[in-house]
């Protein structure tokens, strides 16, 4: 199998097998066969006595020491996954929040309420009354409002559940009751209810594991809408994708992971310090590249070009040209600090919750984060001065990229085509079947899969039968480095109908040429956005999420955030594909549960295709019937 689907990875991969570096693919490899018990589900290490094991022949075992059984551990091991990437992205969401606090309490001097029209918007919506309030007050009020979705004891939904989903699919939430109180709680609940000899019934399980999973899109939503309170609400903007935006004549700051907290900061720093990058040698000063979903962050609102996307991460360092590598939580591999070693680059840890042996900790600490910052440029500015010139080889090859399309930048877009009512054209456009449907790609690279490839090959077919297609995470990233965030995307891939649509939306948005065909709306917890757009969409209809031709995709999920993400897509309503097979298949109940039964029950369920040609096949065929059930195919 090829690595990757991009030519300047390949030649660093070659340039690593030169000097004796493994990276993640050679891992891969030294890890085969894996185990075949793991890759099922089936191996429960929940106890001491285990751990256990279930034959899926059934000529060993079919109970573990405990007795519990197949469809039981698997629905067990499944909810602990959700309880993770829940766990994951909703502490990213409370730091925001207790940031946008301590901005309200004049605490922190470093962050500000940049954008006070979303900081209003946000409040009317959790029901806070605006007028004759402050922003410092309102912020308070919205932080603590906020801040109660991980705290109340009431049984009453989260705000950031209740008021950014139609009301259809609440009471569809309540009536199950899954309609999340408490983000904290319900990973407490995973992991008391999944303690051995608790609860062995994997119905009941799972149902714990969809609301638990609405924490996620709790989290991610409160995450992003906060993030754009203190740092600005993304609009689109230009800029360039892949390791060729790395400069060999400047001092090259990769900021990695997913907290903006840093890494807006770092950017600010760069601004001040780029003279002493120059006295030090560094022609072009500081350049401040993006990897994963810290890189999306930046992108988005600082035009800050990506680097990369997950699984090439080590690259990055493989250029010779990369100074410091700072990461903040989530998705960093611990193998940097080891390849850093092999190089004069230098890998800063900042949270304290994400430490690696080997590379130097300089912790964000909210009151100093500025200082925190500096300290780590002004050492990214004395690496430079040891860079060893005959290791440096950076790839050339960059990508054009226009990023930005919060859903605030896309209602913007439309409401130069009709102000009143600015989702018109594109529901008109739906309907008139120009743009056939939407699918939202998200979630990661995996080594099982050649790096980019499914994304790339399901978008390409996707946007020539008009689908549209948007993107967060790594899945964006992907798209971003292989060409398909720029007008000439939309010239070569779009099909008639959707660039006829491109075409008159760039124009109004003055770029003289079609607006992309993929639309980079952001980081993981921006997934939040694509569902804010289908909910203005749906109610605009009067109809519920699950009945719009909209599907979403994770050709390449790898981390237990991907799974959170696509268990509440499907709990939200919306069908969901992956393109690896997640460890279920030890259990034929749970796999029914989430590829049919869940259908029936929230119209959202799991579609488990590994080949790319018949996942697309699959997402067409649901967005072609789901026309047909809105007596909107001709
Ligand atoms: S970074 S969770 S590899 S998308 Fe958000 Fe990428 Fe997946 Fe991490």
């Known amino acids: 199998m090829n690595k990757c689907h991009n030519c300047s990875d390949e030649s660093l991969i070659n340039k690593a097998e030169k000097e004796g570096i493994d990276l993640v693919w050679d891992r891969h490899e030294a890890m085969q066969p894996q185990c075949g018990f793991g890759e099922q589900g089936i191996c429960c290490r929940i106890c001491i006595k285990g751990p256990c094991r279930i034959d899926p022949y059934g000529n060993g075992p079919q109970e573990g020491i405990c007795g519990a059984d197949a469809d039981t551990i698997v629905a067990r091991n499944l909810i602990r996954m959700i309880a993770s990437g829940t766990a994951a992205h909703s502490l990213h969401g ?15 001097d470093s962050y500000e ?32 409002e906020t801040l109660k979705d991980y705290t109340r004891f009431e049984d009453e939904p989260c705000n950031w559940l209740a008021n950014t989903i139609t009301e259809q699919r609440l009471s569809k939430l309540e009536d199950l009751d899954i309609a999340l109180n408490n983000i904290e709680s319900s990973v407490t609940d995973i992991m008391s209810r999944t303690h051995v000899g608790t609860d062995a019934d994997p119905l009941n399980l799972l149902l714990a594991g969809l609301k638990c999973a609405l924490g996620d899109y709790t989290g991610m939503q409160l995450s992003t809408n906060l993030s754009d309170v203190l740092f600005g609400t993304p609009e689109p903007v230009i800029s360039e994708s892949n390791l060729g935006v790395i400069n060999e004549d400047a001092v090259n700051i990769a900021v990695h992971g997913h907290n903006p907290l840093l890494s807006e900061i770092i950017v600010d720093v760069a601004d001040e310090l780029q003279e002493e990058a120059i006295e030090a040698g560094a022609e072009d000063g500081i350049n401040i590249v993006g990897i994963c979903c810290t890189g999306n962050e930046v992108l988005l609102r600082r035009g800050i070009p990506l680097a990369t996307n997950y699984l090439s991460q080590e690259l990055a360092i493989l250029t010779g040209a990369v100074e410091a590598m700072v990461v903040d939580v989530q998705c960093i591999m611990p193998s940097l600090a080891k390849i850093s070693d092999c190089y004069h680059t230098e890998l800063f840890t900042t949270m304290p919750d994400a430490k690696i042996p080997g590379a130097t900790h300089v912790e964000l ?46 209602v913007n877009l439309l409401s130069e085509i009709d102000a009143e009512e600015p989702l018109r054209p594109l529901i008109d456009n739906i309907v008139n079947g120009n743009i056939k449907g939407i699918v939202l790609f998200a979630g990661c690279n995996n080594t099982k899969v050649t790096q980019d490839s499914n994304f790339y090959e399901m978008a390409t077919k996707l946007l020539a039968d008009d689908i549209l297609v948007l993107a967060t995470g790594c899945a964006a990233g992907a798209f971003a480095k292989n060409a ?27 770029l003289d040429a079609p607006l992309p065909p993929v ?36 050709p390449e999920l790898m981390s237990e955030k991907a799974i959170s993400i696509g ?37 959202g369920y799991f579609i488990v295709e590994e080949d790319q040609q018949k996942a697309t096949e699959k997402l067409i065929e649901i967005i072609e019937k789901k026309r047909d059930d809105l007596n909107i195919n001709d």
């Open 94 to 108: 409370k730091e925001i929040a207790k940031t946008l606090l301590e901005v309200a309490h004049d605490e922190v």
């Open 113 to 144: 309420v940049k954008d006070v029209d979303k900081l209003k918007n946000i409040a009317k919506k959790l029901e806070i009354k605006v007028e004759d309030k402050s922003v410092k007050e309102l912020a308070e009020e919205v932080a603590y």
């Open 365 to 410: 600490n909210p009151s100093e984060v500025a200082e925190n910052a500096k300290s780590i440029v002004r050492k990214a500015i004395k690496a430079f001065e040891e860079r060893e010139q005959d290791k440096v080889e950076i790839p050339t090859e960059t990508s054009k990229t226009i990023a930005g399309f919060s859903k605030e930048a896309v």
């Open 484 to 510: 398909l965030m720029n007008s000439h995307a939309t010239e070569k891939y779009a099909g008639d109908g959707l660039k006829a649509v491109l075409e008159i939306l760039g124009h109004e948005a003055g």
């Open 519 to 554: 639309w980079h709306m952001g980081s993981c917890v921006d997934n939040s956005r694509g569902v804010d757009l289908a909910v203005s969409i749906a109610n605009k209809l009067e109809v519920d999420l699950d009945q719009l031709p909209l599907v979403a995709s994770a």
């Open 567 to 603: 268990t509440w897509v499907a709990t939200l309503g919306i069908p969901v594909h992956v393109g690896v097979v997640p460890p279920v298949t030890g259990s034929s109940f749970v796999t029914n549960v989430l590829t049919s039964d869940l259908g029936d029950l929230l119209g």
